[in-house]
Every structure is written in C-alpha cells, then in structure tokens.
C-alpha cells in the first residue's frame, strides 16, 4: 500500500502491465493498520504481504524479497 494517489497508481500498474487492481492509501490508514508507518508517521517501509484468496497473509517481509522468493510462495499457494 502506497500514499499516493490512484491515478499515479493505475498509471503505473498499466506501465508495468499489471492485470490486477491496484489501491492507495492516501489517509495511510492501511499502512498504520499494517504497522508500516515509519517514525516520521508519513514514510512507509517498503514491505512485501501476500495474501491468499482467503484474506489470510502468507508471507510478509520487509525490504524487497527476490522475485523467485516471491514466486515460489504463491506457486504453495
């Protein structure tokens, strides 16, 4: 989840050719939820959550794990 807004967003998912909704969190009320907020109360920390289809986090890191670490979690879903 990002601050920015959902313009930015959906320009950025179809540049990256996404074929997924994005969302934001310009209030970052998800981020605060998440516990992603930095000390400032505005930076988020760059985490990584996947979530099953049913809304139950599989896997979360912070930082940005390889794209194979990504992939080999959703593939044991």
């Keep these: 989840m ?3 807004s ?3 967003h959906k320009k950025w998912a179809t540049g990256m ?3 997924f909704p994005v ?3 310009p209030d970052r009320a998800v981020c605060r939820a998440y516990g992603v907020l930095k000390e400032n109360g505005t930076s988020v920390m ?3 959550y ?3 289809r049913t809304g ?3 896997f979360a890191r912070e ?3 390889s794209t194979e670490e990504i992939l080999q979690i959703i593939d044991s879903l």
């Design 2 to 4: 990002n601050p920015g």
């Design 6 to 8: 959902l313009a930015s």
């Design 17 to 19: 050719c996404f074929n």
């Design 23 to 25: 969302a934001s969190d």
């Design 46 to 48: 760059r985490t990584v």
């Design 50 to 52: 996947i979530v099953d």
């Design 56 to 58: 139950v986090i599989r």
């Design 63 to 65: 930082g940005l794990p």
